[in-house]
């Protein structure tokens, strides 16, 4: 009789040692998940176009992804078959790193990718030009690490 309990007690013991094992085994670590950029929108005009842009704030040494959405206000329509390029300089510098934009996927939108190589304040200059139009847009005020 007493065998049988003793069986039973260590089965049990065996058991619930099983489940503990295969509980920590199967938990879980904490990740660190990762954030989104924020994206920062804005829209700017000139005579001609109107450019609203999406973009990731400028981190020096890091790639910074521009959405580009191009309206021609002459017609409304959207800018097609345009070459467009920014130019990312530091504030009162003469020269800077040009980037040339990729036609997206839907007409009127641009992507660009800028990297901002030090800290600081820049200027991004947008150039747009297609068989209706050539247009040159200057922004100011562009700051790394966050709103301008």
């Not at 065996?14 to 509980?23: G, P």
């Not at 309206?71 to 009162?92: F, N, Q």
């Amino acid at each position: 009789m007493l065998s049988v309990i003793v069986r039973r007690g260590i089965a049990w013991m065996c058991c619930v040692t099983a489940v503990l094992v295969v509980l920590v085994a199967c938990r879980r670590e904490p990740t660190a998940e990762k954030q989104p950029a924020e994206t920062i929108a804005r829209t700017e005009f000139t005579e001609r176009i109107e450019n609203f842009f999406e973009y990731e704030p400028l981190t020096p040494g890091k790639p910074s992804a521009f959405l580009i959405h191009l309206t021609d206000l002459s017609d409304g329509a959207p800018v097609e078959k345009a070459d467009v390029t920014l130019t990312v300089r530091p504030e009162r510098a003469e020269r800077g790193v040009e980037a040339k934009a990729k036609v997206g996927r839907v007409t009127g939108i641009y992507v660009a990718t800028v990297t901002a190589p030090v800290p600081g304040r820049y200027t991004i200059e947008f150039r747009v030009k297609n068989a209706k139009l050539d247009e040159r847009m200057v922004l100011a005020d562009f700051a790394t690490g966050g709103r301008p």
